[in-house]
């Protein structure tokens, strides 16, 4: 199958007229200049007018510039899945895949094959798609929801970036044990690796930076019912920021919490929201809570 390079597209304004090539794509498309170094010197090309011209062209008004990125080939160690996806939003150059509980998103050292990255290698090779795996957010194995993928490697730095800006918004449900209180707050606790664990994280004065807000939507005497937006991302971060104030997630053993009403942390990404990394339009998505949440769900009864 033949392999699609990524195109994209600019008619040069009366405002950018007279610049150069060079400053158009790295001041005005925000272009790093090591994208713009792999463009020139891989299988990328550069077009004015149809024409391969070189950074140092000087634009005139109406021209039509026209980029092909380099084409992009995941690493032989990672193997191609059965392609098999939930996609919630596609295009050139964005994923939104609804991952499934169960899930690592990247290989580990003990997984090297039913990631999400090996069914997104799959899905590009079924497609003809010229790329590699670039996860924008990631989520644990067993929790659910929508994670961001970019199809190359601009759009993967240009949503980084976005990510960096706390533009990337990411909104999360969760039913924890314990009736929380306050109704509606924000946890501002550091978070560094548990020293006894490779994989186990806590709160501690010496971690870095993690803020978590909340808010409570039902509960009662045994479990709550929160909606979640992250300020920052830290590996665990809701499962160790609720575990440490005495809530843990409902199935979370690894917190705290108890596995006799669901089987996994009972934790969902529900919405992201992000600017469109070359449109610059709003995208926001939703994904309704899986069935094993909606169960325990029902056994809240009481609103607070």
């Known amino acids: 199958m033949i392999k699609k390079q990524v195109q994209l597209e600019w008619l040069v304004s009366a405002e950018d007229a007279g610049l150069l090539l060079r400053d158009f794509l790295l001041t005005k498309q925000m272009i790093s200049r090591s994208a713009l170094a792999k463009i ?3 299988d990328g090309v550069i077009l004015v007018n149809e024409q391969e011209k070189n950074v140092r062209t000087v634009l005139k008004e109406k021209d039509k510039i026209v980029i092909y990125l380099p084409s992009e080939q995941p690493s032989a160690s990672l193997v191609a899945g059965d392609g098999s996806l939930d996609i919630r939003y596609e295009d050139e150059h964005v994923l939104v895949i609804n991952k499934r509980a169960g899930q690592l998103t990247i290989p580990s050292r003990e997984q090297s094959t039913g990631t999400l990255a090996n069914d997104v290698i799959g899905y590009y090779q079924q497609n003809g798609i010229a790329a590699t795996f670039h996860a924008v957010n990631r989520l644990d ?20 970036k976005q990510q960096q800006k706390k533009q990337v918004k990411r909104y999360y449900e969760a039913i924890v044990e314990g009736r929380v209180c306050p109704l509606k707050a924000c946890i501002d606790h550091p978070i560094t690796r548990k020293p006894t664990s490779i994989i186990e994280r806590m709160v501690h004065s010496s971690g870095q930076f993690a803020k978590t807000y909340y808010e409570v939507i039902s509960q009662n005497e045994l479990l709550t019912y929160v909606r979640i937006e ?12 609720f575990s440490s104030l005495g ?7 690894l917190y705290g919490g108890h596995v006799d009403l669901i089987s996994r942390q009972a934790l969902h990404c529900y919405r992201v929201t992000f600017n469109h990394p070359f449109t610059g339009k709003l995208i926001s998505l939703d994904s309704e809570m899986p069935e094993d949440m909606k169960l325990l769900l029902r056994k809240i009864k009481t609103k607070p």
């Open 40 to 42: 020139k010197h891989q």
């Open 230 to 241: 992250l300020e920052t991302g830290r590996t665990h971060q809701i499962r160790v920021h």
């Open 141 to 160: 194995k067993d929790t659910t929801g929508l994670l961001i993928v970019a199809k190359h490697r601009l759009a993967h730095d240009k949503l980084s």
């Open 247 to 253: 809530f843990p997630l409902c199935g979370d053993d």
